[in-house]
């Protein structure tokens, strides 16, 4: 019976002694999961490429392998052409959404580098139309998994990307933006969209992604249709205007012309200089109290990349100045005529034959047009004209 105590102590003591044991364990093992994953996290970002770039063989620090992922990205990555498409202001937090900027238009371009595990990391940089009708640049990295949707030709893709933004109501400073990604598409076209907490949106892009370097301009032969130096084009187009800065004022969208010239000082940069123009209608509340001519002069740095032998796409930025041409006004309206702006281009190109060119594509602008309304209150009208376009060319 004397022993009964002493044993009871020895169990206690070796129950303690494993849960200890089983503790600690846990304790290795949450540790362990925590390291493998930000190990894991860790390789897919820029730096995780090194191992696969020409460099691998050397000890660089962090930042070396950063770089050098990058400039792999972008040195052996296909070329993209970002498409801003659309963004959704939801109910619940935007009772006034319908005074939003949804058609979030823009362009960009991307370089698109799947790993030796199959996951897309693409280098971007793009612009477009904010919700309040501003531009928007916007830069960064983003990392995807893909998964073949069964014998289909698409994929899922899901990751993230760490971007950095400008906005006009932040004044211009750099915004980080560390965001998810949920994307669904084929290799060459993939449609992503991302959820922006804070600002509590839903944006929505397209990348459109050709193998160029199976084919670039480099390797063209001399009698290839884009081995001309200059491009001159005319056509006509359609207008789509979202009038802000004006309570209840809308503008029609309409049809119009354009004309212009592009010069290629190498295969894949080029100037382009055009002339747009089309009329519209002013409506206060239904009722017209003005018409304008809108005529743009566009001036743009150009890049081009193939999408084929007898096609290619560009993306573009540069500057505008914008007129109000044959202005009319109710009594009382009154609006300045000229507005300098931002240019925002994406399009593309076919070389029916070596000297006939159709392109075509979406020239977007910001032009702000200072004035007053009948009761004196002063405003800033802000069209924000997006003018889709088709031409034909002569190039020599």
Known sequence: MNRLPSTNKTIKRKKLTAAALLLAIANISHASAWDDFWTSAAKTLPAGVYA???????????????????????????????????????????????????????????????????????????????SHNDIEPFLGYAWLSRWKLGTSPLHLEAGYTLGLTFRADYDWLPIPAPLPLLGVGTDNLTFYGTYVPGANIFFFFGNLVFDDKSFSYSELPEESKFNNRILIYGGGGWQKTDMRGVGGTTITSNGGWTTGGRYFFTKNWALDFNVIQSKHDLKNHGSKYGSYKLTGYNFAAQYHFLAGQNASLYAGVGFGFYRLNNLKLADG????????????????????????????????????????????????????????????????
């Open 52 to 130: 696969e770039s020409d460099s691998a063989d050397e000890n660089p620090g962090y930042f070396s392998k950063t770089w050098d992922g990058l400039k792999t990205i972008v040195v052996k990555g296909n070329t993209g052409l970002l498409v801003p498409v659309y963004t959704i202001h939801p109910a619940w937090d935007y009772p006034n959404r319908r005074e939003e900027n949804g058609y979030t238009w823009g362009g960009g371009i991307s370089s698109n580098y799947i790993d030796d595990r199959g996951n897309r990391r693409i280098v971007y940089a793009m612009a477009f139309s904010d």
């Open 333 to 396: 309206w009154s609006s300045r005529k000229n507005s300098f702006t931002p240019i925002i281009q994406v399009g593309g190109t076919v070389a029916l034959t070596k000297h006939i060119h159709l392109t075509g594509g979406l020239d977007l602008a910001f032009p702000r047009f200072r004035g007053h309304d009948p009761e004196g209150n002063r405003f800033s009208a802000r069209p924000s004209p997006a003018t889709f376009k088709v031409a034909l060319g002569f190039a020599f």
